[in-house]
């Protein structure tokens, strides 16, 4: 073989051995290395276009060797090669050449750009996690600041693991079950609380979730989200936070209704399941990941407003507090303190929700022990509600900010406020109602707006408010 074809295929296999250089990729596997220097031209072409018996034209492979009247042709079509994308193992894609199947060695590598570090959760002071809910949380006191003292241990364990470990100490796991009524704004507290201190957060509608074998979403499934909220991160997943909204739809009726526990028995026996701390498995095949639930921090959030064999959370707490006038209530954590002067105030009686009334109204003590702490939010009052209409987020302030983009003006008449806030005060979702009342007033106005050239200003009276309150009121009354 001449000189020159020894420097062509010399050039060739630096050329090729600049792409593939590895005998093992970076997860260990043996990728291919050809050392041309002892192959003829015939051997290089086969190692190069391999994979097809036959051309375009049915003639045998290698008929058309004879062609290559040069190594510059195999050079220059493996630079084109270069361009082509590795698979999804690293391994270089085949393309077709002249009815020949190349295998065209793999895209320079690129450097990876570092991945960004998601933002470790901000360890903040009880009192600081307070003053920020302050900002878009409207009343709860009592009910922010246990939550915030909830988290805070949440977070110093999360964060202390080692030097607990050292001093052969370990916190208990803080779970907790927050009651209210609808609209009160018991899962708007922990989502804003999660954004405030960045931490991962799952929201699981507990209302669809079954027993095995009926109809519905599984519980184990529905945890095992929290995997791809958290990127698939096992550390971020032992600090974030699942909220299961609605848990007293999964307490167990005992079948005395006559209809079959779908929600009941099964699906709280997988609800203890992720308390204790289980083993959930994502994805499948190849791709199959476990990571355990124990370090998770569930709140649980509902309204125990349901009438069972007992009737209501409210029937259960006034039937226990009438039986003694004034009653010792000794719970599962600690609660130790005499209940007294208290009038039948629908407030005042959901304040006194302990663990033993959510075991009358159908959830098992296993649970309850489980769940930590149990949390009452206040029935807000009226003046809560008007600071509530007032915020910009809640009431016509998104509003007003659509109507500046485009030089216009929004105003509201402070009667306004008092209106949305008896409304809200009427109505069953309480809070939840602000937000269908202010659309209803405003949507005929931002319909017109931008034909309404000359208009600069627009002013939302108490008339305009309580025209479509009162028609939502015939609407109720109707059905």
Request: glycine share 8%.
């Amino acid at each position: 073989m001449s000189k020159k074809r020894l420097d062509e295929i010399k050039e060739l296999v630096e050329l090729i051995n600049a792409h593939e250089i590895a005998k093992e990729d970076d997860e260990g596997r043996e990728i291919f290395e050809y050392d041309f220097s002892n192959l003829s031209d015939e051997e290089i072409a086969e190692i190069l276009f391999k994979g097809q018996d036959e051309d375009d034209d049915g003639s045998e492979f290698g008929d058309d060797l004879d062609d290559l009247t040069s190594i510059d042709d195999l050079i220059k079509d493996i630079e084109k090669f270069l361009t082509i994308e590795s698979d999804e193992f690293g391994y270089p894609q085949a393309r077709g050449y002249g009815g020949r199947t190349a295998l065209a060695p793999p895209t320079p590598i690129k450097k990876q750009q570092p991945k960004k570090e998601p933002e470790k959760p901000k360890i903040m002071t009880p009192s600081q996690m307070v003053k920020e809910l302050d900002k878009t949380v409207i009343g709860h006191t009592e009910a922010k600041k246990q939550i915030a003292v909830a988290f805070f241990r949440f977070l110093s364990e999360r964060k202390n693991k080692a030097r607990l470990r050292a001093m052969g100490k370990e916190f208990t796991k803080s779970n907790l079950l927050l009651t209210g009524l609808s609209g009160s704004g018991k899962t708007f507290i922990l989502q804003e609380l999660c954004r405030i201190l960045g931490l991962d957060c799952l929201l699981i509608d507990a209302s669809t979730i079954t027993s095995e074998g009926y109809v519905g979403a599984s519980l184990i499934d529905e945890v095992g989200k929290i995997y791809d909220v958290c990127d698939g991160d096992l550390e971020r997943i032992s600090s974030s936070v699942i909220i299961l909204d609605e848990i007293d739809k999964l307490r167990a009726s005992g079948g005395n209704d006559g209809k079959p526990d779908v929600n009941g028995s099964g699906a709280t026996k997988a609800f203890l399941k992720v308390l204790e701390g289980t083993e959930i498995k994502v994805g499948n095949g190849y791709s199959k990941k476990y990571f355990n639930t124990k370090d998770i921090m569930f709140v649980c959030t509902g309204t125990f407003n349901e009438c069972g064999v007992h009737g209501t959370i409210e029937d259960i707490v006034r039937e226990r507090i009438d039986k003694k006038g004034t009653k010792r209530a000794v719970g599962f954590f600690g609660a130790d303190k005499e209940v007294k002067d208290v009038t039948h105030d629908r407030s005042e009686v959901r304040s006194h929700i302990t663990a033993e009334d959510i075991i009358k109204y159908g959830f098992s003590v296993e649970i309850i022990a489980r769940i930590g702490s149990i949390i009452n939010l206040e029935i807000l009052k009226r003046e809560d509600y008007v600071k509530i209409a007032k915020l910009e987020k809640n009431g016509f302030g998104e509003y007003n900010t659509l109507f500046e983009l485009y030089g216009k003006r929004l105003s509201v008449e402070e009667e306004v406020y008092e209106v949305l806030a008896d409304a809200m005060m009427e109505s069953e979702t309480n809070a939840r109602s602000l937000k269908p009342i202010v659309d209803k007033v405003l949507v005929p106005i931002v319909y017109h707006m931008m034909e309404d050239g000359r208009k600069k200003n627009y002013k939302i009276t108490k008339e305009m408010v309580e025209e479509v309150v009162n028609e939502k009121k015939v609407d109720r009354i109707e059905s």
